[in-house]
């Protein structure tokens, strides 16, 4: 694939490493915080999906920088070329899921940040004030947005594999090559 309609380097490594991270956070979130009580050693782990958390907030924020101010390759021909009406329906939706993307990956970072100020995370974990952790998050009303937007980014993060996995495969075109490094 020409260099023109390809993400640079930098861009895609981003990418990439952002997945990982998302991937990671939720799957930290989902296994060791969700059901976990402050006894069963969950320091560690608040401690870790903090760090990531943030860490994501970071590179979305970066990322999006670099697309608006820097570099955005042109959209592919066939939505060039067909126009956004004519597309298949997972593509249309593509056009809206992606800011959609970048919106919720910082908005879940935003509202786990929204919890961890009044439960005093920062101190109690990084600092080990001796604070405890609550016995419950719930009681953070952030906590039950923070819950509820992971499942609405999970299955945006669906619908961006799904449209990948049906123009790479199903369709036989190079559509991942796009967001992958360039071969020497
Ligand atoms: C994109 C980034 C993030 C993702 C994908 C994510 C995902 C999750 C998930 C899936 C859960 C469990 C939800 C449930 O069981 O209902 C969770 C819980 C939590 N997250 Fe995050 N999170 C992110 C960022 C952050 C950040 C930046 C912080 C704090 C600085 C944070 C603090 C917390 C806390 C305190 C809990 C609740 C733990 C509990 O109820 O015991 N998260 N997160």
Known sequence: MSAKKRYRSLW???????????FVTFGIGLASLGK???????????????ILGIAI?????FRYILRVLVYNPPRNAKTR????RKLAFLDQLSLYVH??????????????????VPA???TVVFARSGGQLPQDF???????????FS??????????????IFHQFLKGENFIGRMWFPRK
């Open 151 to 164: 499942l609405v980014l999970m299955m945006l993060i669906a619908q961006h594999v799904l449209v990948a």
């Open 120 to 122: 005093d995370l920062f």
């Open 57 to 61: 907030l970071v590179i979305v924020i």
């Open 81 to 84: 070329s067909i126009g956004i």
């Open 12 to 22: 895609v490594f981003l990418h990439w490493l952002m997945a990982l991270l998302v």
């Open 36 to 50: 976990a009580s402050p006894n069963d050693g969950k320091i560690i782990p608040v401690a870790i999906h903090m």
């Open 99 to 116: 800011p959609l993307l970048y919106l919720f990956s910082a908005l879940m970072a935003v509202l786990g940040i929204l919890i961890a």
């Open 138 to 148: 719930y009681i953070f009303p952030t906590r039950t947005w923070h819950g509820t």
